[in-house]
């Protein structure tokens, strides 16, 4: 065996990210909130429809933001599911608010609705949805859950991106939402990251949290004739070479988006009967969701199929990865009384879910290769 052929992720470039690193460079702004911090912003803004982009250095941190911006502070809870990242939950954490874990639904994989009202309480403060593998969260029952209760909804939409839940946009539903540029990200530059302020009493202060605490975003629009510190902030603000190959992904979405597509659906079709005779399920989306494509998914009969699964394409040089250790049971979660069988759904899937490679440059002889690959499988 001659190692890993086919990775599980790869950084796909679209060709003008060079050109637009080097304009940057020259201009010799180099710092963030430069031209290309501006158009990226401007850009996110046109496309998706919301009143403020804020690049940050990446998702966690337009999570911490968020979290500074909800005055969110030791007493308080906030609802967040256990099948996601770390960061969707040590964001608020890091403010000592206490995560309350909720169980997703097992057909989309997503925080399960119905039983987030079980988990209210007079401390609850935030609701914090990740629309798993971009396909969106029933974000009608939400809203208005959260709507009745007065709790603000933070979308983690580190997956979403140009995704849809009844024709609107994801990341445009809570008050907050943020999205992620991370190398295994539909669109990337590396590192980095944005928070959407759809909640326009709360642009002000996010420009101020982002900008360090001071109000250098009012100085330089002439709102105030100097900038001075006013309030708590930290180092958000993405450097503007990131930003300029960040510019050249978001002008090329569509194309990026076209080609996930493919990779998706070249996927779904070649391995839906495969699936089907070996008790294998594939991603469901529901119709009223146009989903972001910003992963494959299979969920296996059992543990040791899958391992056996990872096992089997390794031997063939494809590297295929599990996704989730549930929150509720690692160390941290255990600290906040998390344990076994508080979320039945959300342990269920983390034992049986794979993912395939998939990234932008993935070509049909590599996809082939897997597909092939999977169909000679013999647990
Ligand atoms: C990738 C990811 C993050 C973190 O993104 P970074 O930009 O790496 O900080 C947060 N939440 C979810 C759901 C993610 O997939």
Redesign the pocket.
């Known amino acids: 065996m001659t190692g890993i052929s086919i990775p599980f992720n790869k950084a796909g470039l679209r060709g003008p990210e060079f050109d637009y690193i080097s304009q940057a460079l020259s201009a010799g702004h180099v710092s963030g909130d430069g031209p290309f911090t501006k158009k990226c912003q401007k850009i996110l803004q046109e496309q998706l429809g919301v009143p403020r982009a804020l690049l940050t250095t990446?998702?966690?941190?337009a999570?911490e933001m968020a979290a500074l911006l909800l005055r969110l502070k030791p007493g308080d809870e906030f609802i967040v599911p256990s099948f996601?990242?770390v960061?969707?939950a040590n964001a608020f954490v890091l403010r000592g608010a206490k995560p309350v874990f909720a169980d997703i639904r097992s057909d989309t994989l997503n925080l399960d609705e119905t039983k987030l009202e079980g988990h209210i309480t007079p401390r609850t403060r935030a609701i914090v949805p990740?629309h798993?593998a971009g396909v969106g969260c029933e974000m009608d029952p939400i809203l208005s859950l959260a709507h009745h209760h007065g709790i603000v909804v933070v979308e983690?939409n580190?997956?979403g991106l140009y995704g849809k839940y009844r024709g609107r946009f994801l990341g445009t539903f809570g008050a907050l939402a943020?999205l992620?540029?991370?190398e295994?990200?539909n669109i990337t530059c590396g590192?980095?990251?944005a928070l959407l302020v759809n909640d326009p009493q709360l642009i002000e202060r996010a420009e101020i949290i982002w900008e360090k605490g001071t109000n250098r975003s009012r100085f330089f629009r002439g709102q105030v004739d100097k900038y001075t510190w006013v309030d708590i902030g930290s180092s958000y603000v993405l450097s503007d070479i990131l930003s300029a190959f960040l510019f050249a992904q978001l002008e090329s979405a569509s194309i990026i988006q076209q080609r996930r597509q493919e990779i998706w659906t070249y996927y779904h079709t070649h391995l839906k009967s495969w699936a089907d005779r070996n008790q294998v399920r594939l991603p469901r989306v529901p119709e009223h969701c146009q989903q972001a494509y910003h992963m494959f998914y299979l969920l296996f009969p059992d543990l040791d199929t899958r391992q056996a699964m990872i096992r089997h394409l390794k031997e063939q040089g494809i590297l295929s990865v599990f996704h989730y250790l549930p929150l509720h049971l690692s160390d941290m979660g255990h600290q906040f009384g998390g344990q076994p069988g508080d979320c039945p759904v959300t342990e269920w899937v983390s034992d049986r879910l794979l993912r395939l490679p998939f990234f932008n440059p993935l070509t049909w002889e590599e996809q082939e290769r897997v597909v092939a690959a999977m169909m000679n499988f013999n647990p």
């Open positions: 990446s998702c966690t941190h999570l996601t990242f960061s969707t990740v798993y983690d580190a997956h943020t992620s540029f991370h295994t990200k590192e980095g990251g």
